[in-house]
């Protein structure tokens, strides 16, 4: 409610500005500030230095002649920025590692050798003290450390003009609609249209509308639910139930984590759009996919364009032999769970890809031409590709979502008790469903269902629909006619529908936490 | 303001957006309420409170609040349904696992207040019993939004009992315990409550009940948004007399956990009595009265769990109004079986609102948990387990 009171403020006053553009991008800027300001005041000075250091550093890049020169300003840059990030994300996380290897090391010498101590805040090691930090995460340092990194790839790779105003460049990374949990819009798309004036007389009303109501209902309706009442209690504690009910909590969260992300990036890109800018989209069926590769060009869209980008072609690519290739695949893969959050669990899950990515390369350059001799069986081996990347897809979401490495091997062991099944009663005393019941499955139906309607044809429709006034349909005409009575109808029918649907604990957006 | 496609300039978009914003504020005006009454901490959230709840105090009396309860009910109603394997006779065989122990209702009259759909219930004219029901309601309720002889009760309750009205055969007078015998071996506990229950409580402590015997058998009731203020929402004394009526069940203790959603306005004679004032308290009163009467012709013993500490200063102080009516009613009745938990201080510091806690973890480490949900209301994962260990102690289980 609070967040529909500030965007229809800075819509109207956006907009009232449109005819002077700095001045609209300042009111954006502070606007972005404020936004971020009540979700953490504290962090708001890294928002503001961050983007203005990269602009800094841009500048220097841009101004540099020498090539060699260039090179080192930009892994300067760069590792100015994953300093950043790794301060506040990935410190606790090597301290931790550093004193699990220590302690297994002194089981091996004596502790007098390295004179180690542990005490709850942290170890000493040759009386030198290290101290767990107690810092908080800054929310969405993770996108707008890698939106900054891809400001100063771009200016060295010269997709982008390195002579961009410091407000350009400060609104790039901070509009708000994009900066707790993305997408990550690459520079070199996003600043252009920063300096292009808004055209005040076309807004794309209601198309960004039905896309941040879809975007809501699959949050709210089915994401909320899924996560709040079934996977949360399952993922906590999975030996407490049966393992079809554990199996049914992991699709569930594979429905759940699409449905949650996808939904703040339609909400994301919706409001850009009625502010008059243009995000890409970020997910496109992505539980369609018939390989893991496919799979991540419909997944988290920006992160993995990034990741390709800027990591995996930096690395060489494909271009350095298939040994190296797969080495690149493996590396972007781990950094990428890396990125998602300082655990071995994410670890766990950006190798699982990684090496599934090389694997599934492997096979194709071995056996494509027997995969060529039986493309004959057509729709059914997609089928069977779909149903294979889903599952393995899914399996790593395991280690994605459980809050422990132990709670994954608890996961994976009730999971796989399957062959008990028959004398599970009598086994751990639980009921076969204790939670899961036709609601969830409903939202488990509905929420898979999405991957198999073409939302791009019914948009394609949608747009002949409304630019061939000869084939207007009587709703379409009525909606020209009445629109602010027909909008209203239609808004209060879908906020009804989200309320009566909403629960009493709402889970917050999953890529929050990054 | 035609327009050749469905982009629209500024200036109309804006109106758009506004007109939407009210319409849609309006037809939800509860949960507007509920929005501006959970942040009403500043002076400037508590005016605009006061002012929803005005509104909403009107709103609830006509027509245009109906269609989202019935929608929530809707929903809440579907959310309950579980799977269910053989035949229905399996229900309430407490050694199968299957079964949800709920109890189940078969009413030859046709009145009955379990929102369950699978139950075939006989309609009959001559009381017009509206049932609830996910699927085949839609044309009911539509029928009687748009009847002219609506009355303030909302369509889909019973009509035969008007609203807040308890049925006479139940006195307000004190009674005795009924003496009640159970084999050891085969208790029987009820849990019943609202969202407070029913978002965590009710599933760890089933468990930890189940973990002291595992022959005990639990029966939970818990209906999210639901009190003694509002029978029209669910009227929890009539499930309690049907549970008398069809089961004549002997219960070794009912827990409740009814009260938070009760800090609000009551409705009675189609007239709004005012939370806080002499009047309120005495229905209330009455209300609570009736209610432990039930409970205690049901079980041996009825625990009385008082409201949790909230985050809102206003809403804890309403609750604590609550919490000393019952509290001052049970304790002035000695000799019935109700008990009154105060849980106001519990995993509090110093007597503070606190959304975390820490606990002891293996070898001396110390473990940090979420014991609260983001509303400032519910308890979390952790918090429902550290809630029902600590329940299950003082109350001696």
């Not at chain 1, 019914?458 to 602010?484: C, D, G, H, M, W």
């Not at chain 2, 005012?274 to 009265?289: A, C, H, L, N, V």
């Amino acid at each position: 409610m609070e967040f529909a009171i500030f965007f229809i403020i800075v819509f109207f006053y956006s907009w009232e500005l449109h005819a002077f553009p700095n001045w609209r991008k300042i009111f954006l800027l502070l606007s972005s500030y404020y936004f971020y300001s009540t979700l953490d005041l504290r962090f708001l000075p890294i928002l503001i230095l961050s983007p203005f250091l990269n602009f800094l550093l841009g500048l220097w890049l841009g101004t540099e002649k020498s090539v060699n020169n260039k090179k080192y300003i930009l892994f300067f840059s760069v590792f100015c920025n994953l300093f950043l990030l790794g301060i506040f994300k990935y410190y606790n996380f090597f301290l931790e590692n550093i004193q699990t290897f220590l302690q297994f090391t002194t089981s091996f010498f004596s502790n007098d050798v390295l004179q180690m101590q542990n005490n709850t805040n942290g170890f000493s090691v040759l009386n030198y003290e290290f101290k767990y930090a107690e810092w908080t995460l800054p929310l969405g340092i993770s996108f707008f450390t890698f939106q900054g990194i891809s400001y100063l790839v771009d200016i060295y790779r010269k997709e982008l003009d390195y002579n961009n105003s410091v407000l350009d460049v400060l609104l790039y990374i901070a509009f708000f609609p994009h900066l707790v949990a993305g997408p990550i819009v690459k520079a070199s798309e996003f600043i252009p249209q920063l300096k292009q004036k808004v055209d005040s007389q076309s807004i794309p009303l209601v198309s960004s509308f039905i896309l941040i109501c879809f975007g809501l209902a699959k949050k709210i309706i089915i994401a909320n639910h899924i996560g709040t009442d079934f996977v949360d209690p399952i993922f906590e504690n999975p030996m407490q139930y049966s393992s079809i009910e554990v199996l049914f909590a992991a699709y569930a969260y594979s429905v759940q984590i699409f449905c949650d992300f996808s939904a703040y990036s339609d909400m994301a890109i919706g409001f850009a759009a009625l502010l008059g800018y243009q995000f890409p989209i970020n997910f496109n069926q992505p539980y369609q996919a018939t390989s893991l590769q496919d799979f991540w060009r419909r997944w988290h869209i920006s992160l993995s364009q990034w990741l390709k980008i800027y990591l995996y072609q930096s690395l060489g690519g494909n271009k350095k032999g298939e040994l190296k290739t797969y080495r690149n695949l493996f590396i972007t893969m781990f950094l990428g769970g890396l990125w998602h959050g300082a655990s071995w669990n994410f670890l766990i899950w950006g190798s699982l890809h990684g090496l599934g990515l090389g694997l599934e390369r492997f096979i194709k350059n071995q056996f494509s031409f027997t995969l060529f001799t039986w493309s004959y069986l057509g729709k059914f081996l997609n089928l069977l590709k779909i149903l294979f990347v889903f599952h393995f897809v899914t399996l790593t979401w395991i280690f994605f979502r459980a809050p422990s490495f132990d709670k994954s091997k608890e996961f994976l062991i009730t999971l796989f008790s399957f062959l008990n099944f028959s004398q599970i009663s009598e086994v751990n005393e639980t009921a076969v469903f204790q939670i899961f019941n036709p609601f969830y499955f409903t939202l488990l139906t509905v929420g898979m269902g999405l991957h198999f309607i073409n939302w791009n044809k019914i948009f394609i429709f949608y747009v002949q629909i409304s630019e061939n006034l000869k084939l207007k349909t009587s709703a379409i005409r009525i909606l020209q006619s009445y629109p602010t009575l027909i909008f209203a109808l239609f808004s209060a029918m879908v906020f009804t529908i989200l309320t009566a649907f909403k629960t009493q604990g709402v889970a917050p957006f999953i890529y929050f936490r990054f | 303001m035609k327009r050749n496609n469905l982009n629209f300039n500024k200036d109309d978009s804006f109106k758009m957006i506004i007109a939407a914003l009210l319409l849609s504020s309006f037809v939800n005006i509860s949960s507007i309420y509920d929005w501006a009454y959970q942040k009403s901490n500043s002076n400037v959230m508590l005016n605009f409170s006061t002012i929803f709840q005005k509104i909403n105090d009107w709103v609830t009396l006509t027509k245009i609040n109906q269609l989202p309860i019935y929608l929530q009910s809707t929903v809440g109603q579907y959310k309950e349904q579980k799977f269910y394997f053989g035949s229905t006779s399996n229900l309430n065989d407490k050694s199968n696992p299957i079964s949800d122990n709920r109890p189940i209702f078969d009413s030859d009259s046709g009145s009955d207040s379990d929102f369950d759909s699978r139950i075939p219930l006989k309609v009959t004219e001559s009381n017009k019993a509206y049932i609830l029901n996910a699927y085949s309601n839609a044309y009911s309720f539509l029928n009687i939004f748009l009847s002219t002889d609506n009355k303030t009760d909302v369509p889909f309750y019973k009509q035969n009992t008007s609203l807040n009205r308890y049925p006479s055969n139940f006195s307000t007078d004190k009674k005795q315990l009924s003496s009640i015998s159970n084999s050891e071996n085969n208790l029987s506990y009820l849990l019943l409550g609202d969202s407070i229950l029913k978002s965590g409580v009710q599933m760890h402590l089933q468990s930890l009940i189940k973990s002291k015997n595992k022959n005990y058998t639990i029966d939970i009731n818990s209906k999210s948004g639901t009190g003694l203020s509002r029978p029209d929402v669910y009227d929890w004394n009539q499930y309690l007399l049907n549970l008398k009526k069809t089961q004549n069940k002997n219960y070794q203790a009912i827990y409740v956990f009814l009260g938070t959603n009760d800090a609000q306005n009551l409705i009675l004679d189609k007239k709004v009595i005012k939370f806080g004032t002499p009047d309120w308290q005495t229905e209330y009163s009455k209300r609570i009265q009736t209610f432990i009467n039930s409970n205690c012709s049901l079980s041996k013993k009825t625990y009385w769990i008082g409201a949790l500490k909230m985050r809102s200063v206003d809403f804890d102080s309403r609750l604590m109004v609550l919490n000393d009516i019952v509290k001052s009613l049970i304790q002035s009745a000695p000799q019935s079986c109700a008990e009154y938990v105060d849980v106001h201080d519990w995993f509090t510091q110093d007597l503070n609102f606190v959304e975390h806690w820490t606990l002891p973890g293996k070898d001396g480490e110390i473990k940090t948990v979420k014991i609260r949900a983001d509303d400032g209301i519910h308890l979390s994962y952790w918090g429902s387990l550290l809630f029902s260990k600590k329940l299950i102690q003082r109350t001696s289980l």
